[in-house]
Each structure stands twice: as C-alpha cells, then as structure tokens.
C-alpha cells in the first residue's frame, strides 16, 4: 500500500460524523486530527474513532506537519475563510457543502485554489448517489435526454437542529445549503448551464430570520427545466425526493433507491463501490490527491452553482 493520506477533520456533529464512518471504508485513509467547536465532546468522538488529536482550534491542526488534507464539516458560515486558510497553509480540502453564503466568498475559495494548486472540493454528494450516478451514465451514454425534474426537499425543523436533532449553534438556510444541491445536480445531469432562475419565498421566521418556504425555477440552455420546492415546515415524510423527467424514461431517486417512473424498484447496488454517497465523494477526494487531478465537484466546477443563488437571492431581496 502506499503512504496514507493523514487527515484533519474539522466538525465533529452530525456530518463529521457521516465522514469518519466513511472513511472507515477507505484504504490509504488515516484521521490524524478532529477539530470541534467544544474540547470535552470532541474528544470522546477522537476517543471512538482512535484519532490521536483533537483540539478546538483548526490553525492547531493545520500547524501539524503530517496533515496532508482537511475536510471541513463547520457551520456554513465558515466554509470560505476556512477553505482559503486550509489551501493557504499547503492542504488539500474537501469543504462540505454549501461552500458559501456569499458569492464573492466562493470566488475568493477559487482564486486560493489556483493559487495554491491544491485538491479544493465541494461536498456536493448527489453526484454520488449511486441513483444519480446512474441516471448520469445514461445521459452521458446519449440514451436519455432530461426534458424536466421536480424535486421537494422537505424538513420539519422550526428550531436550530442538526440532522441529529441536536441544537446547531448556527442557522441553516434554504437557499444556500439546500437548493445548493438541486441547483448544481441539475445542470450536471442536463450537461447544459442554467440560463434562467426564479425564486419565491414565504414568510421570514420571527426567531431564525431565515424564510421556512421556498419554490425556485431553473432552465438550462439546452432547454431542460426544474421544479424545486423547498420547506422547514413539513411534518411528513423527509428528505429530498428527486422525478427526472426524460425523453426516454421517467427515474424517481430518493438518495441511494431508485425506481422508475412506474415506481418499479432499479437496482443500483453495482453502480459504484458502495451505497454510501458521503463515503463515495470522500473517496473521490483521495483519488484526485493521489493522482494529481481535478475531482468531480471541485471548486471550480461548482461555481456556477452560487452564481445562480446569488442571482436568487438578489431577485429575493428585490
């Protein structure tokens, strides 16, 4: 085997956690370091994962000469500066997504990239869904043309809570975080840049500041359009359910399932080496290290993607 790649992860909540199983999986993978926002929790995950460090302070860790890459699970807020202060110390970084709230933090990400000529990659895990991926094959293939999606992504989360339901220190976001996904997923499936978007809101909450409801509009060059509806207020089913509408076929993707249009059940279980989407992306990470490439979802690839949420967010705050 060759040397390991030694790691720092820093944010040891929900995802963070999601990683280190991931990581688990992986060959040529060591976790040398976790950063956390509190000393005494962030230990006992250390503890359980056999990390040998943890510390509260992600300069501490990148000070540590054998870390080679950092995967950044903090709150949204801090993706860019910390992104930038990974690349700058001489690491590769894998920052969850969405890589920013603001688009002028993203393009700051882009430039320390190409300054650095670091692996800079964005956790946009719907590329690795192995049910994504699947219907990605096709496409690329030329066997199916989207024409439309529609997708919800529903939560029932009128508190500050992670995916855990533990209290979050930080206020999640409709726009940035979760239409991040859908917004990049579908100009990566429809092989065509969005040329157009719309966005409506509801009402703003009166304590998280942050709007609860949200339906975006999307169409592609190429002539392909989505549907996005977006809610915190769902007291129902959860998660984020995706309908691609094709020139030959109907495909319904709920993370890793997929079925099609008939909700006959596809098997994707030999898409990839794993099930797992957040452990697939982890794995693209490495390989794009050790082979010296641009990795699916890199910075540079994505974005286009905040482009169009600014966009968003400016015709909102209109």
Not at 252 to 276: C, F, H, P, T, W
């Amino acid at each position: 085997m060759s040397t390991p790649i030694k790691v720092a992860l820093a944010g040891a909540g929900a995802f963070g956690i999601k990683h280190l199983d991931g990581m688990r999986h992986i060959d040529g993978v060591q976790v040398v370091s976790l950063v956390g926002r509190r000393l005494a929790p962030t230990e006992e995950v250390a503890r359980k994962y056999g990390i040998a460090h943890a510390c509260t302070d992600l300069a501490e860790a990148l000070a540590r000469p054998e870390v080679d890459a950092v995967i950044l699970c903090t709150p949204t807020q801090m993706h860019a500066a910390q992104a930038i202060q990974c690349l700058e110390a001489g690491k590769h970084v894998q920052v969850e997504i969405p890589l920013c709230d603001k688009l002028a933090d993203g393009q700051r990400v882009a430039q320390a990239q190409r300054q650095s000529g670091k692996v800079a990659m964005v956790g946009h895990t719907r590329r690795f869904n192995p049910s994504h991926q699947w219907v990605h094959r096709r496409v690329a293939a030329g066997a199916l043309r989207i024409q439309q999606m529609d997708v919800q992504t529903y939560f029932f989360r009128r508190s500050n809570t992670n995916a855990l339901g533990q209290p979050r220190s930080w206020t999640d976001h409709l726009l940035w975080h979760h239409a991040a996904h859908t917004v990049d997923l579908f100009a990566w499936q429809a092989g065509s840049p969005i040329v157009q978007a719309h966005a409506l809101q509801g009402p703003i909450h009166p304590e998280l500041g942050i709007a609860m409801d949200m339906s975006i509009q999307l169409k592609a060059a190429n002539g392909a359009i989505c549907t996005l509806s977006l809610s915190f207020n769902n007291d129902g089913p959860l998660g984020t359910f995706f309908r691609y509408i094709g020139d030959s076929g109907t495909y319904v993707a709920r993370y890793d399932d997929l079925a099609d249009g008939r909700d006959e059940k596809i098997d994707v279980s030999q898409v990839d080496v794993s099930m797992n989407g957040i452990e697939l992306q982890d794995r693209e990470f490495f390989a794009a290290i050790r082979e010296g490439r641009e990795p699916n979802a890199s910075v540079a690839q994505v974005l286009p993607c905040y482009e169009v949420l600014d966009q968003l967010e400016r015709q909102l705050a209109a």
